[in-house]
Every structure is written in structure tokens, then in C-alpha cells.
């Protein structure tokens, strides 16, 4: 800490007594928010491999209900059903989680062919594989989605790392530093002043 130029003044010393009780609370503030992410971060961490461990089974659903499809409605059916089916758009919005921009995905369909329609016309078999792999398309969003958020989440967390050890490793010693270092000059100068009126006085006395 560079001391050539510092003010040694009791409103300095005020002034910086004052600064480490804000940056106190401020480490306190942000302490207390990474805990809050920390505690996001895992419960969604937890999500995640739960998800993974559904969409395994998904995926094995749907593979079996497309080849059952197959073995009774045949190929081409499957095939040209398939080409009428519901267009699908995502958009991507985005939520504040404690501060933190979390992407959404929102997934919007647009069906080629009325439902009343497809009850009619598509096969049952059809129909299941269609359900199987609609769930695992929305799964597949949802975890994308969560896998995203706990990205964020982990970047958000270490950024509040390197600002509270910053603040608790650098700022507040450097100031509790200055202010000590405020507190003995004035000392040094009260004493000063203290000898110099006793030096005075005695002088007075021995005239």
C-alpha cells in the first residue's frame, strides 16, 4: 500500500473505518448469495441426472414403439404419416433466477392435420410411437434447457468467488491496513504535539 500520499486525518480515518464496515457487509451480501446459487446448482445438478436416467428408458420406448409401428402399419405409412405431422418452432426467453439471466426454451407446434382426424386415420401403433418420441423431444428440450441454466449457474458462482476473495484477501486488509496506519500517525502527532506543550509550558515556568 502506497502510504506517500494518504491523508492522515481523523475524517480519513472515519472515512475508512466506514469503508470496511460497507465492505464487510458487501462480502456478507455476496457470501450469502453464493450460497444461494451453490444450493440451485446442486438441487438442479440432481435434476439433471434424474432426467437422464427417464430419458434413457425414453429412448428405449420410443425406438421399440417405432418398430412396432413399422411391423404393423408398415414403412411407407410410417413414413408418409410421419411427413404430416405437426411443425414444430422453439423460442428461447429468459428468466431471472437470484439475479441470474436463465435461458427458457418454449416450444410451439403447428399441426398440419386436425386431432379428430388423426384418431381416425392413424393407426394406433403410430399413435404410441408418436407419444413416445413427442415425450422424449420435450424431455430432451427440458434437460438441454437445465444443463444451460446450470452453466450459468456455475459461471455466476465463480465469478462471485473472485469478487469475494477480492474483497475479503485484498480490499479489506489494504483498508484496515491504512486505517491502522491513519490511527498511528495521529497518534505519533498527538504525542508530538503533547511534548511540545510540555516543552512550551516549561519553558514558560523556567522564564
Same mark, same amino acid.
Given at each position: 500500500?502506497?502510504?506517500?500520499?494518504? %491523508?492522515?486525518?481523523?475524517?480519513? =480515518?472515519?472515512?475508512?473505518?466506514?469503508?470496511?464496515?460497507?465492505?464487510?457487509?458487501? =462480502?456478507?451480501?455476496?457470501?450469502?448469495?453464493?450460497?444461494?446459487?451453490?444450493?440451485?446448482?446442486?438441487?438442479?445438478?440432481?435434476?439433471?441426472? =434424474?432426467?437422464?436416467?427417464?430419458?434413457?428408458?425414453?429412448?428405449?420406448?420410443?425406438?421399440?414403439?417405432?418398430?412396432?409401428? *413399422? +411391423?404393423?402399419?408398415?414403412?411407407?405409412?410410417?413414413?408418409? $404419416?410421419?411427413?404430416?405431422?405437426?411443425?414444430?418452432?422453439?423460442?428461447?426467453?429468459? %428468466?431471472?433466477?437470484?439475479?441470474?439471466?436463465?435461458?427458457?426454451?418454449?416450444?410451439?407446434?403447428?399441426?398440419? +392435420?386436425? *386431432?379428430?382426424?388423426?384418431?381416425?386415420?392413424?393407426?394406433?401403433?403410430?399413435?404410441?410411437?408418436?407419444?413416445?418420441?413427442?415425450?422424449?423431444?420435450?424431455?430432451?428440450?427440458?434437460?438441454?434447457?437445465?444443463?444451460?441454466? =446450470?452453466?450459468?449457474?456455475?459461471?455466476?458462482?465463480?465469478?462471485?468467488?473472485?469478487?469475494?476473495?477480492?474483497? *475479503?484477501?485484498?480490499?479489506?486488509?489494504?483498508?484496515?491496513?491504512?486505517?491502522?496506519?491513519?490511527?498511528?500517525?495521529?497518534?505519533?502527532?498527538?504525542?508530538?504535539?503533547?511534548?511540545? $506543550?510540555?516543552?512550551?509550558?516549561?519553558?514558560?515556568?523556567?522564564?
Amino acid at each position: 500500500m502506497v502510504k506517500g500520499n494518504m %491523508k492522515t486525518t481523523r475524517i480519513e =480515518l472515519i472515512r475508512t473505518r466506514m469503508r470496511v464496515r460497507v465492505a464487510n457487509k458487501g =462480502l456478507n451480501l455476496l457470501k450469502t448469495k453464493r450460497t444461494s446459487l451453490v444450493l440451485a446448482f446442486f438441487e438442479l445438478a440432481r435434476q439433471i441426472q =434424474l432426467m437422464r436416467g427417464s430419458m434413457r428408458n425414453s429412448v428405449v420406448r420410443a425406438m421399440e414403439s417405432s418398430k412396432l409401428a *413399422e +411391423l404393423q402399419a408398415g414403412r411407407i405409412v410410417l413414413e408418409r $404419416i410421419a411427413a404430416e405431422q405437426s411443425h414444430i418452432s422453439a423460442g428461447v426467453e429468459a %428468466k431471472n433466477v437470484m439475479g441470474v439471466r436463465i435461458p427458457t426454451v418454449g416450444v410451439e407446434r403447428r399441426a398440419a +392435420l386436425s *386431432e379428430a382426424y388423426e384418431l381416425i386415420s392413424v393407426p394406433t401403433s403410430i399413435e404410441d410411437a408418436k407419444r413416445s418420441y413427442m415425450n422424449l423431444f420435450n424431455m430432451l428440450i427440458e434437460v438441454a434447457e437445465k444443463e444451460n441454466s =446450470l452453466r450459468r449457474l456455475l459461471y455466476e458462482i465463480e465469478k462471485l468467488n473472485r469478487r469475494a476473495n477480492a474483497i *475479503e484477501n485484498v480490499t479489506i486488509p489494504n483498508l484496515i491496513e491504512k486505517a491502522a496506519y491513519i490511527k498511528g500517525r495521529l497518534e505519533d502527532l498527538e504525542r508530538d504535539q503533547i511534548v511540545s $506543550i510540555k516543552f512550551i509550558k516549561g519553558k514558560i515556568s523556567g522564564a
